[in-house]
């Protein structure tokens, strides 16, 4: 169980840095690390003890694989980061060129 | 296993916090390389190399990108003063994550432990997967064949991506000649 | 031709992958084809419904059959729920769609921002159709990373700002999501809902389960804003272009948001007090607050987005009455019609509110600004909008002929007969609220003292934006139908019935 | 964006062709050893994205290249989306069915359908990151002139 909760622990590192870092850029790295930690969980879920990498090989008698499927999960899951990333980069660049700065405290046209 | 593991998940963790709290965005950005990178051992520690390939690529990838958009632009970290509210803030979130982790560390005490997982769906994809889709790498047997429909939506999602990012980015908004 | 739910995600990703090959070479193809394809799934929704199918139409992805009663393949699931929800989406996508025609014309790269709606129609069926849990992840990030490059698709400050707003909590949202789905997966070892739901009817509810329902409603509840989750939502939504406000405002947050809750909560997890009463208790905070903030509010499609909320309470207080009851085991009549009233204020308020950001969009459009303090007098320039936005605020202020009223008097009753009286009572004084919000938006929009004559902007607006505010305000007219039992039986009753026979879901699937 | 020294170049234009083969092995090769159309064309775009960062940004025209990537990125999923949808028209009328013959595991052409669907996805990764690369870097040029 200690791999989980050190995995958590990482989880909650990343939201941590979402939730107060004041800087753009801060952002994304939280973000990075929350997504990490998540991909760290399903890999740790579908390993087995002794498990061989998912991959045939001839002569092998009833080998054990670790699981694939979520493997698979995870493969997509990383594009899926990739691309929030990507996005949130954008964005990022867009509000320096707006306003000089990546400070979030100065971003602040919309209230109520 | 389990120790080597969560030794690295440390080492990791202690990454991540000097990148969120470092002064130089350079020096964060190569912070979070740390947890990236060890996130890869993690992978190729779990017999998933797949992961590992894919993970050491997007890693080496986005930190290319996010040192493109930081070079020529204020690398300083905000400055904040040490003061009474800023301790309280950290004991407080200090307090909330201890309780939330300790919460979490019952919640999962019923399930499984570390590397005595069964399979259920994946039964018939590591038995018969390798005859039933001709391929002998399960993983993308599963991704290109079993939930091949997923794969499809993930190259939309990076189709996407790269749609808005070049929507977000574009020069001029809005036509000129329009009063 | 057999009836495939396949094409519902199949065609708008089509049109999305051919719009930037053609569209850049050919003028004007980006609008048609947007246009056509959203025709093209509104014809077959409606299909569907007239010839009646067989519920539930079950798609298996790749053809793999399942091995001892374990589904090994990714579902495609259509069922009255899904239908229901189906038509919501795609009607409104015409509209808007047809709508956007003449709206987008002033800004540049129109063939991304089509491209985009198609990526976004495409998330949102696939999250309604979709019967795997990791699958609905994969859909709901299409269709929300689609909707955080339309909100900043104007890129000025505002909307950049909103933008990243959405995508921070957004993104929290999805990794919650994320995190859930590798807890369910780690209990039950499949992804399949109904073999989720197989495997915890027999099972006892774990503390591991309980973590995993919070995570999953915090995270909808982001998606779908909910109050103490609803920062994001007036940014976001007040800042789109009008015809993605509608869409946002009228059918996102619903398909991502309340759809997913709805088919998690009832058809696969077994039903506890303490969840429906915290879905209640969110419900009716939602209902409350929203529109207590809404009154302050100058901004016009800020005004619109608090009411979102407001009227989402409504949905979300409607299905909790009937969770609260189902669990009580109590009359399953008066929970059915808790229900129906749920549902049927969705698409109703998805067409009251999707008209309302559209007559918006229209007085920005010639006005050139929506500050309510600014306008006035716009009746007698803009007869189409003023008479549409009447309707439309006579519809969600709940008065008599339009739908609203309908909707929301069946939500009173089931509280009533269920014994809420609270709730009853809350539901109507916010409906009061509601009306005297609508009566200053229309008093200082169209009716007060002529101050806008000298800045119109253009004295005539596009012909589709006309069309698809006056086609809008028929279908408010026309949805009250639906109270009558023959349209019923056709379209609220099978969607109902899906939520209220909670295992049957599984049971259905298994043996096919 | 200024080209690197002279060592850098050299060496880059050594590398990049190498790095290249890689990728184009990783793609080809998804369904026997680790890796796959992702991993592939994730590589792909970085021998890319190596060139640009040695010689500058200078020696090609970025938005040519930006619009051709984007061209690229469609026409590939298109593809993905047609042999997916074919299945459903011919053959057993299952969405993504494996409808062609699967040979026999371990062999370079087997799989079915697979290692088409490798293919093409590699090609829509590779360009996808290469049209966002190219839209950041587009976006600073014009930031700085």
């Known amino acids: 169980m200690m791999v989980y909760i050190m995995c958590f622990i990482l989880f909650m590192v990343g939201l941590y840095g979402v939730l107060t870092r004041r800087n753009l850029i801060k952002i994304v790295i939280g973000f990075s690390i929350m997504e990490f930690s998540c991909f760290l969980f399903l890999a740790l879920i579908g390993y087995i003890e002794n498990g061989l990498a998912p991959i045939l090989k001839e002569g092998m008698k009833n080998p054990v694989y670790v699981d694939p499927l979520p493997q698979a999960m995870v493969l997509t899951a990383i594009v899926i980061g990739l691309a929030t990333t990507a996005m949130l980069l954008a964005i990022a660049i867009r509000i320096y060129k707006k306003y000089g700065t990546f400070d979030i405290r100065k971003v602040n046209e919309l209230k109520g | 296993m389990e120790t080597l593991l969560s030794i690295l998940i440390g080492f990791m963790i202690i990454g991540a916090l000097y990148a969120l709290h470092a002064r130089d965005l350079l020096s964060a950005l190569i912070a979070q390389g740390i947890v990236g990178y060890g996130l890869v051992i993690c992978f190729l520690n779990l017999r998933a190399p797949d992961l590992a390939i894919v993970q050491i690529v997007v890693e080496t990838i986005t930190l290319i990108v996010m040192v493109a958009v930081v070079l020529n632009s204020s690398r300083e970290e905000v400055r904040e003063s040490w003061n009474r509210n800023k301790v309280l803030n950290i004991m407080s979130s200090l307090l909330i994550i201890g309780i939330l982790v300790y919460v979490f560390a019952i919640m999962i005490g019923p399930l499984q432990p570390f590397g005595e997982h069964t399979t259920r769906m994946s039964e018939f994809y590591t038995q018969n997967g390798a005859e039933a889709t001709g391929s002998a790498n399960l993983v993308t047997g599963v991704l290109f064949d079993f939930r091949g429909y997923d794969t499809l939506g993930e190259a939309t999602i990076l189709f996407t991506a790269a749609l808005g990012v070049i929507t977000i980015l574009r020069s001029k908004s809005k036509k000129e000649s329009t009063s | ?512 | 964006m200024n080209g690197m020294s002279l060592i850098v170049k050299k060496v880059t234009q050594l590398m990049s062709g190498l790095i290249f083969m890689y990728g184009l092995y990783i793609i080809t090769h998804g369904h026997l050893t680790p890796g796959g159309g992702f991993a592939g064309g994730a590589i792909v775009a970085g021998a890319f994205i190596l060139l640009i960062l040695a010689f500058g940004s200078k020696v090609i025209s970025l938005r040519t290249e930006k619009s051709q990537t984007s061209i690229t990125e469609s026409l590939a999923l298109l593809i993905v989306i047609i042999l997916a949808g074919a299945g459903l028209f011919f053959g057993s009328y299952v969405f993504f069915n494996n409808y062609l013959p699967e040979g026999e595991v371990g062999e370079l052409i087997s799989a079915g359908v697979i290692p088409l669907y490798n293919i093409f996805v590699g090609m829509e990764v590779s360009a996808a990151l290469l049209t966002i690369f190219l839209g950041l870097v587009i976006y600073k040029e014009e930031v700085a002139s």
């Open chain 3, 1 to 512: 031709m057999e009836l495939t739910p396949a094409l519902y995600i199949i065609v708008p990703l089509l049109g999305a992958f051919l719009i930037p090959v053609i569209g850049h070479f050919v003028k004007g193809f980006q609008k048609v084809l947007t246009v056509l394809i959203t025709l093209f799934l509104v014809v077959y929704n409606i299909w569907f419904f007239v010839t009646g199918f067989d519920a539930p139409v079950v798609t298996k992805v790749g053809g793999w059959e399942a091995v001892n009663d374990v589904p090994i393949a990714i579902y495609l699931v259509y069922d009255g729920l899904s239908a229901f929800i189906l038509l919501t989406i795609c009607l409104i996508a015409f509209l808007s769609a047809f709508y956007a025609v003449g709206y987008i014309k002033r800004f540049t790269a129109e063939n991304n921002f089509y491209a985009l709606l198609c990526l976004m129609i495409a998330g949102m069926n696939g999250v309604v159709l979709s019967g795997d849990i990791f699958n609905i992840y994969v859909f709901l990030e299409i269709a929300v990373i689609a909707s955080y490059a339309l909100v900043a698709f104007g890129t000025e400050k505002q909307e950049l700002e909103a933008s990243f707003k959405y995508q921070v909590l957004g993104g929290i949202a999805s990794i919650l999501i994320l995190f859930a789905v590798a807890l369910l997966y780690w209990q039950t070892q499949t992804l399949n809902l109904a073999d989720i739901s197989v495997i915890l009817q027999e099972g006892t509810q774990t503390t591991a389960l309980i973590f995993t329902e919070v995570l999953l409603i915090v995270g909808f509840g982001l998606k779908a804003a909910m109050i103490p989750f609803h920062a994001w939502l007036p940014d976001a939504h007040s800042s789109a272009p009008s015809p993605i406000s509608a869409m946002l405002s009228g059918v996102l947050i619903k398909a991502v948001g309340i759809y997913a809750l709805l088919r998690l909560f009832f058809n696969i997890f077994v039903i506890t007090y303490e969840v429906s009463l915290v879905i209640t208790i969110l419900g009716a905070l939602s209902m409350v607050v929203g529109v207590l903030l809404a009154i302050g509010q100058w901004d016009l499609k800020r005004l619109l987005a608090y009411h979102s909320i407001s009227q989402m309470g409504y949905v979300i207080i409607g299905v909790g009455i009937g969770m609260l009851i189902i669990q009580r085991d109590g009359n399953m009549t008066i929970a059915a019609l808790a229900i129906a009233g749920g549902l049927f204020h969705m698409i109703n308020h998805a067409l009251f509110k999707g008209l309302l950001f559209l007559d918006a969009g229209a007085i920005e459009f010639m006005a050139g600004t929506r500050n309510l303090r600014n306008l006035g007098g716009l009746a007698r320039y803009m007869p189409v909008t003023s008479s549409t936005s009447l309707g439309a605020s006579m519809a969600i202020s709940g008065i008599p002929p339009f739908n609203g009223f309908f909707s929301k008097l069946l939500i009173i009753i089931a509280a009533v007969r269920g014994e809420f009286y609270l709730l009853a009572a809350l539901a109507v004084f916010v409906n009061f609220v509601t009306l005297g919000s609508f009566m200053k938006f229309m008093r200082y929009a169209f009716y007060n003292s002529d101050k806008s004559k000298a800045k119109l902007k253009t004295d005539r607006l596009p012909f589709t934006m006309k069309f698809s505010m006056i086609t809008m305000v028929i279908l408010c007219v026309l949805m009250s139908l639906m109270i009558i039992p023959y349209f019923r039986e056709i379209m609220l009753t099978p969607a109902v019935d899906v939520l209220v026979n909670t295992s049957e879901y599984a049971t259905k699937l298994i043996g096919l």
